[in-house]
């Protein structure tokens, strides 16, 4: 009897950022003759360039529902490369993968870290101030204490947290266009989405006179707007990830990819 064809792969990567991307890329690219990938996302902003692989779009209803598109779908694997700021599907990922016994890989970028400055001993950020606060209550407490004007770059689920302080103009950049009037009482919106020069950023920050740079740190490579903001000499307010599942971590693509290689 002939034998039978080894079980093609199905691995699930949930998806909405740049590492999701790449690694769709580059696993469909080097095992898509015995693999399939599936990238899913949250569909609440139009996907950005096209991607290698299956695409999905849209919540699966909460760990029941993702445990259940795990068993139907036969998936072997899952790599949750979601934001380090999307909490709530990173649990659920971890609570079905582990009621279905599927292996589960969590890609996350490094944290962003102040830097010390050379010419000024004692001070972690050249420039200016590097703030950590612990969340977004917290950063609306620092923002209401030290700011005259500055620049959230936090998502348009965080403005509510910074609604009702008083004497504070706000700078808000959003990937796209509010649909409602935005909960703040002196703002402006900037509509764009990455990726941004330091250039670009330093033209922000001059040109709205931002004395503070509100942002989530969600890691990586030093961002554009960081840069900026060290050279400008505004004050960073850095909000602190939320509490991640336990499980497997990797911090880049290559050693997601080295992960996935073998599971096949
Ligand atoms: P979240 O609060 O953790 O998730 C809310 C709900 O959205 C989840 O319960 C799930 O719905 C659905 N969902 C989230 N990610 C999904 C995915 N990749 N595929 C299918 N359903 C998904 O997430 P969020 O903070 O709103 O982020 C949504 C998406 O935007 C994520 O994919 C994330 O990677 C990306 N993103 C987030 C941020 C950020 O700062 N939060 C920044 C950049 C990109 P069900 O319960 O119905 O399954």
């Known amino acids: 009897m002939p034998a039978e064809p080894p079980r093609r792969r199905r691995v699930l990567i949930l998806g909405g950022t740049a590492e999701a991307l790449a690694l769709a890329d580059v696993v469909h690219a080097r095992h898509r003759d015995r693999l399939t990938v599936i990238t899913s996302l949250a569909g609440r902003i139009a996907p950005g360039r096209d991607r290698r692989g299956e695409l999905r779009i849209g919540g699966f209803g909460g760990a029941d529902g993702l445990a259940r598109y795990l068993r139907a779908e036969a998936i072997t694997a899952v790599v949750d490369a979601t934001h380090p700021f999307a ?12 009621a279905a016994g599927v292996p ?3 890609l996350v970028r490094p944290e962003w870290r102040p830097e010390p400055d050379t010419e000024w001993p004692g001070r972690d950020w050249p420039g200016g101030d590097w703030i950590k606060a612990t969340d977004f209550a ?16 936090t998502g348009p689920g965080a403005l509510d947290h910074f ?7 706000f700078l ?3 990937f796209q266009a509010p649909e409602a009037p935005l909960p703040l009482a002196g703002a402006a919106v900037i509509v764009a989405r990455p990726p941004f ?6 033209r922000v920050l001059s040109g709205h006179g931002i004395d503070t740079l509100v942002t989530k740190n969600a ?12 050279a400008e000499g505004v004050r960073v307010v850095m909000i602190a990830r939320p509490p991640a599942p336990a499980g497997e971590r990797v911090e880049t693509v290559d050693d997601a990819l080295a ?3 073998r599971r096949l």
């Open 163 to 169: 609604a009702g302080i008083a004497g504070v103009w």
């Open 219 to 230: 890691g990586g490579p030093l961002a554009a707007k960081l840069e900026a903001a060290r």
């Open 87 to 98: 909490a709530r599907i990173s649990g659920h990922a971890a609570d079905a993968c582990a």
């Open 138 to 153: 917290d950063a609306a407490a620092i923002v209401a204490r030290t700011a005259r004007r500055a620049w959230l770059t």
């Open 197 to 202: 020069t330091v250039d670009d950023e330093r």
């Open 104 to 106: 589960r890989l969590m």
């Open 259 to 261: 992960w996935i290689a």
């Open 172 to 174: 808000v950049r959003l």
